[in-house]
């Protein structure tokens, strides 16, 4: 199981930016995808995620109706749609993956995890 993150940068306030997560090495609608982020001096917090068995989507809510994660099974690929992005959301973002099917938004459930992409929000 490997995965890839990219996408990340510097932003204005109010910008967007899209993440994207490579997978391979396991099939990717058999698993649990979700995108974490890390602030300086803060603990991994669950920023979104995509459960393995019903494909639904949940979000944290300081992001609810500001970011959107989508999976293209054909093409590997996980993405993190950002938008309205606002100071706070600087972190490094980590995308991951699991075989269970609960905690989406925990970090402790997952035992893949790609390198992070750093993205800052600022003027």
């Known amino acids: 199981v490997q995965l890839q993150a990219s996408g990340g940068g510097l932003v204005q306030p109010g910008g967007s930016l899209t993440l994207s997560c490579a997978a391979s090495?396991?099939?990717?609608?058999?698993?649990?995808i979700a995108w974490f982020r890390q602030a300086p001096g803060k603990e991994r917090e669950g920023v979104s995620c995509i459960s393995s068995r019903s494909g639904s989507t949940y979000y944290a809510h300081s992001v609810q109706g500001r970011f959107t994660i989508s999976r293209d099974n054909a093409k590997m690929t996980v993405y993190l749609q950002m938008n309205s992005l606002k100071p706070e959301d600087t972190a490094v973002y980590y995308c991951?993956?699991?075989?269970?099917?609960?905690?989406?938004?925990?970090?402790?459930?997952?035992?893949?995890w790609g390198q992070g992409t750093l993205v800052t929000v600022s003027s």
């Open positions: 090495g396991f099939t990717l609608g058999d698993y649990a």
């Open positions: 991951a993956t699991t075989r269970l099917d609960y905690g989406c938004l925990v970090p402790r459930v997952y035992g893949y």
